[in-house]
């Protein structure tokens, strides 16, 4: 085999350990292309458009319009009409990894009834806030009357585990005018598995192997047989 054949043969071995299947990071429909399969939800208070717009105190969209963080489509989870949150969630199992996703909260009531929205990792009794926003809170997380915020990305690193997803909006106080949460681009990053590393540092080293002795492969002297003496 080839210096050249040698080098290709080692990077496919590597590119297949980047393609092997990374430990089972069993999150689905992140960004809601199918819907609301694999989530648990209150159906009647939530939607699925490919844009949401934002309305002022009089219910006239202001012209802060959302279009999907990924694919076609994102979700919109309305507040009900009392001060229970209304979410949606989803129970994964990863083998660790990075978990990441995009949430915007737009609240749709005055500073003086409180609306919040929310999303977080619930495991085992432990919660992992990874976003918050509400109406009359302080610097960063207050939006004030019928403002908003612009999508917001967020990731954390997960150990092995079971997790709940959990994302959701409350109406504050008064029960009216409620407020939404926009999410989208959930996902799971999974580490590789071990065999999945071996693969890739194979092929790496192989390429290397490969690239050395070409480097020192020795160069053919040319001699010019018409060369006058």
Do not use: C
Request: charged share 20%; glycine share 12%; proline share 5%.
């Amino acid at each position: 085999m080839g210096a050249r054949s040698s080098i290709i043969a080692a990077l496919a071995l590597a590119a297949a350990g980047f393609a092997a299947p990374a430990g089972a990071a069993e999150l689905f429909n992140g960004s809601f292309e199918d819907i609301l399969n694999d989530w648990a939800a209150d159906a009647s208070l939530f939607q699925t458009p490919g844009v949401f717009e934002h309305k002022d105190e009089n219910g006239v969209p202001d012209g802060k319009v959302y279009t999907p963080v990924h694919g076609s489509m994102l979700g919109v989870i309305q507040a009900g009409f009392d001060t229970s949150p209304m979410f949606i969630t989803q129970t994964f199992t990863t083998k660790g990894g990075t978990f990441s996703g995009s949430a915007a909260f737009l609240a749709e009531d005055y500073a003086d009834y409180n609306d919040y929205g929310y999303v977080r990792l619930i495991s085992g009794g432990n919660v992992i806030e990874l976003f918050y926003r509400d109406i009359a809170g302080g610097p960063g997380v207050g939006v004030g009357a019928f403002g908003y915020t612009d999508w917001t990305s967020f990731s954390t690193v997960l150990a092995a585990g079971t997790y709940t997803l959990e994302a959701g909006v409350a109406n504050g106080v008064d029960g009216e005018n409620p407020s939404f949460l926009l999410v989208d681009d959930f996902r799971m990053n999974a580490v590789p598995e071990p065999t999945t590393w071996a693969l890739m540092i194979a092929g790496f080293g192989l390429a290397g192997a490969a690239l050395r002795r070409r480097k020192l492969a020795p160069v053919p002297i040319r001699v010019d047989r018409d060369r006058r003496r």
